[in-house]
């Protein structure tokens, strides 16, 4: 059975919803925010802790975004029954080879606290000086 281009990204946004979805209420679960959900919202996160007590939290998560995929299908007019959608990345246990690791970047070396590695700075008394100077002599010379 084919699969319509336009149901792949019914299923895609689907998919993507539940995961957003999922992930909001549980935190607000545990926040002790879940009165304040929708009724749909209360109903899978039932379903979710019923799940959690036959199988491990990891099963229990992807089987209720399973099942919020699949409402989410059909409520966004998704025709038949909903395809799979390939296994994220992100969600599988990451390999060595596909992980980067956050570095900071190397501090820069400090000047010598002697002040002779770095350029010499003129005092800015020395530049006023310089600057009366040259004003004095373009006053005279304009006499």
């Not at 935190?27 to 002790?32: E, G, H, I, Q, T």
């Given at each position: 059975m084919?699969?319509?281009?336009a149901d792949m990204l019914i299923a895609r946004r689907a998919d993507t919803?539940?995961?957003a979805d999922f992930a909001t209420w549980k935190?607000?679960?545990?926040?002790?925010g879940a009165s304040a959900l929708p009724a749909e919202a209360q109903n899978f996160?039932?379903?979710y802790k019923q799940m959690l007590g036959k199988m491990t939290d990891a099963d229990a998560s992807e089987a209720t975004i399973q099942?919020?995929?699949r409402s989410y299908y059909a409520e966004m007019g998704g025709t038949g029954a909903a395809p799979e959608?390939?296994?994220?990345?992100?969600?599988?246990?990451?390999?060595?080879?596909?992980v980067t690791a956050f570095r900071r970047p190397a501090?820069?070396?400090k000047p010598a606290a002697s002040g002779q590695a770095s350029k010499p700075r003129l005092p800015v008394?020395?530049?006023?000086?310089?600057?009366?100077?040259?004003?004095?002599?373009?006053?005279?010379?304009?006499?």
């Open positions: 084919a699969i319509k281009a919803r539940a995961r935190m607000l679960a545990k926040l002790n996160l039932v379903d099942v919020m995929y959608i390939p296994a994220r990345a992100s969600e599988a246990a990451p390999e060595p080879g596909n501090p820069k070396p008394a020395l530049i006023f000086a310089c600057l009366c100077v040259v004003y004095v002599g373009i006053r005279f010379y304009w006499r």
